[in-house]
T-cell receptor
Framework: AQSVSQHNHHVILSEAASLELGCNYSYGGTVNLFWYVQYPGQHLQLLLKYFSGDPLVKGIKGFEAEFIKSKFSFNLRKPSVQWSDTAEYFCAVNEGASGGSYIPTFGRGTSLIVHP | GAVVSQHPSWVICKSGTSVKIECRSLDFQATTMFWYRQFPKQSLMLMATSNEGSKATYEQGVEKDKFLINHASLTLSTLTVTSAHPEDSSFYIC???????????FGPGTRLTVT
């Protein structure tokens, strides 16, 4: 079964600091990769996704992530965080299943707090 | 676009009763819907996947007779927690997805408390 590891459970930064959140997955086949964000009091929403092509993907609000196949990683980055980036971040992987369906697996999540 | 609603947003019920939670995709047709449980400070645990018009696929360890999922149309899925017990108290989240590009659109969640 697929597993997704997020190494940083809690991250505290000051505004303008750079951010990198780690994500590693275990599946060796074709995967679709996602980062979702959950702002306080809001529901989960998509931050960015990777399906194929350029391994460096850009998402909303200045976030980007790099897919490194050899390392089974999909780390999230932002060069300069803002207070409004305070949220819970989830890495997710879709593993292909039979019949064209897929099985999503989520990492444990990383709580990011940005101090103004 | 791609809005998913859940109803109710919170519910309190007595032990032994059943509770139904609705998940609707408001502005798109969802070929697949997912149901998750989220425990405090923990990740989302996938409970089941449902495709419109077919039986739900439950993850290992999830009792299908206890958590009844119905995906009656391309815009509606329901989760019924039957004979609820206090240990079923949790935050239940649904999501919906197109056939492609596969990202999920999440509902706001339903807080279930069983007394």
């Amino acid at each position: 079964a697929q597993s997704v590891s997020q190494h940083n459970h809690h991250v505290i930064l000051s505004e303008a600091a750079s951010l990198e959140l780690g994500c590693n997955y275990s599946y060796g086949g074709t995967v679709n990769l996602f980062w979702y964000v959950q702002y306080p009091g809001q529901h989960l929403q998509l931050l960015l996704k990777y399906f194929s092509g350029d391994p460096l993907v850009k998402g909303i609000k200045g976030f980007e992530a790099e897919f490194i196949k050899s390392k089974f990683s999909f780390n999230l980055r932002k060069p300069s965080v803002q207070w409004s980036d305070t949220a819970e971040y989830f890495c997710a992987v879709n593993e292909g299943a039979s019949g064209g369906s897929y099985i999503p697996t989520f990492g444990r999540g990383t709580s990011l707090i940005v101090h103004p | 676009g791609a809005v998913v609603s859940q109803h109710p947003s919170w519910v309190i019920c007595k032990s032994g009763t059943s509770v139904k939670i609705e998940c609707r995709s408001l502005d798109f047709q969802a070929t697949t819907m997912f149901w998750y449980r989220q425990f405090p400070k923990q990740s989302l645990m996938l409970m089941a996947t449902s495709n419109e018009g077919s039986k739900a696929t439950y993850e290992q360890g999830v009792e299908k007779d206890k958590f009844l999922i119905n995906h009656a149309s391309l815009t509606l899925s329901t989760l019924t927690v039957t004979s609820a017990h206090p240990e079923d108290s949790s935050f239940y989240i649904c999501s919906a997805s197109h056939r492609e590009p596969y990202e999920q659109y999440f509902g706001p969640g339903t807080r279930l408390t069983v007394t």
